[in-house]
């Protein structure tokens, strides 16, 4: 798993932890974040029973929600705190099942753009199995 980054500024990494603090989402999956830079993020969703299809393998719309997070908050460090960000297209590829966790997603920005900005993503199994690979288009939208 890559973890070479550039680490942020305590106040900026203050700021974006309490935004994770406030997320329902990353608070109702579990989701714990080890490492923030500027433009990545490291996340760790924990397998739970309740996270697993009809076959026992994680479901995909887990993966995909934490890969999702785990994009914007590497875009959040290189986002003023007056603009907002938005998903407008996600692509996953499913590369191999995940029977147990924990699951890592690890997330870069490729192009922080004035209005639009574009994440890549790899979700990777316990053993360190690339489990998916994504990539992730926002929208920044400014105060109104």
């Known amino acids: 798993m890559p973890q070479h980054y550039e680490p942020l500024e305590p106040e900026l990494e203050s700021m974006i932890r309490a935004r994770l603090a406030g997320n329902p989402i990353i608070n109702f999956l579990g989701v714990e974040v080890p490492e923030l830079g500027r433009g990545y993020a490291k996340f760790v969703l924990p397998f739970r029973s ?10 995909g719309g887990m993966i995909a929600s934490l890969a999702d997070e785990a994009v914007a908050y590497a875009l959040w460090s290189l986002t003023p705190g007056e603009e907002t960000i938005s998903t407008v297209e996600m692509k996953i590829n499913f590369l191999a099942p995940v029977r147990q966790g924990p699951v890592t997603a690890v997330a870069r920005i490729i192009r922080r753009g004035r209005t639009i900005s574009l994440g890549d993503v790899e979700v990777f199994g316990p053993e360190g199995k690339m489990a998916a690979k994504g990539l992730c288009t926002y929208i920044h939208l400014q105060p109104r």
């Not at 309740?50 to 479901?59: E, K, M, T």
């Open 50 to 59: 309740g996270y697993a299809n009809s076959i026992g393998l994680l479901q």
